[in-house]
């Protein structure tokens, strides 16, 4: 099993700009965009409810469980958890 991050679907879907997201948590455009594709290896349970409370969502509709081989085929603004702390 994988984990994945859908922030950038859920965001579109919605209307949300990243600058929207910026003013909310305080975080620069650049660890939005890294958290938004799962280029990060922790989160604050503050940021994370904040942007949850913003988008009318749970931290379960953000972060999803899938199968490996659906890893592989993961739809647009769905982004795999990296851990590794390695960049793409």
Known sequence: MK???QL???MKERGVAGTDLMRLTGHTAANISRLRQGKI???R???LFA???FL???PGDIIIRIPDEE???LGKGVY???MDGDEE
């Open 3 to 5: 984990y994945a991050i």
């Open 8 to 10: 950038s679907k859920l």
């Open 41 to 43: 290896r922790a989160v």
């Open 45 to 47: 349970f503050s940021t």
């Open 51 to 53: 942007i949850c409370d």
């Open 56 to 58: 009318d969502v749970s």
């Open 71 to 73: 890893a592989e085929h």
């Open 80 to 82: 795999l958890i990296n």
